[in-house]
């Protein structure tokens, strides 16, 4: 599991870095990120419910409700896939919002944005997500339980702030056509 995870991070740092070089404006690089995470989402959910049910979590009668999922997502898929801890909090009111908590974010373990600085260009810099990539796994992941979210970077210790806090906001329940194909007349 711990080498998994090593691999697991050094992949992802790779595509951090290539990325940030293919793409030159760091808006786009954040929506290429979002993007190549929406991908890695939809394809780590059957592995992460497989490993589920054979690890017996009974996943259908947990996830009831979107505070039941954020814990899910956070407690269980992070570690699983990650190997590392992350907190759930802040639920709005409604219970449609939520921030996931990151103390440790391999994605930035060996990143460093430069200082902006205006006459070098740099100031974009300080606009590159590395973490966007979160993003786009969470969205991409709820989005094949029939859940549409919006996830956003509030905090980044890669620019001095104390902790990663991806702020997570569901948009929509969507209805269930999966099997629609498949029934008989």
Not at 66 to 75: F, N, S, Y
Not at 124 to 139: A, E, M, P, T
Not at 155 to 173: A, F, Q
Request: glycine share 8%.
């Amino acid at each position: 599991m711990l080498l998994i995870s090593i691999l697991t991070q050094t992949l992802l740092q790779y595509v951090l870095y290539y990325t940030v070089r293919d793409y030159e404006d760091p808006i786009e690089v954040n929506a290429q990120l979002d993007r190549i995470g929406h991908s890695i989402g939809v394809r780590c959910v059957d592995e992460f419910l497989s490993k589920a049910d054979v690890a017996g979590l009974g996943l259908a009668t947990q996830c009831q409700t979107l505070k039941d999922t954020a814990e899910v997502v956070a407690k269980i898929g992070f570690k699983m896939f990650l190997g590392i801890q992350a907190e759930v909090g802040a639920f709005s009111q409604d219970q449609r919002s939520f921030s996931i908590y990151l103390q440790d974010n391999p994605l930035s373990a060996f990143v460093e944005l430069p200082a902006g600085d205006e006459q070098s260009g740099n100031e974009d810099l300080r606009k590159l997500k590395y973490s966007n990539l979160y993003c786009g796994v969470i969205r991409g992941a709820l989005e094949m339980v029939n859940l549409k979210v919006e996830c956003s970077i509030v905090r980044d210790t890669l620019k001095g702030d104390e902790v990663n806090e991806i702020r997570v906001e569901l948009k929509e329940i969507l209805a269930d056509g999966a099997g629609d194909d498949y029934k008989e007349e």
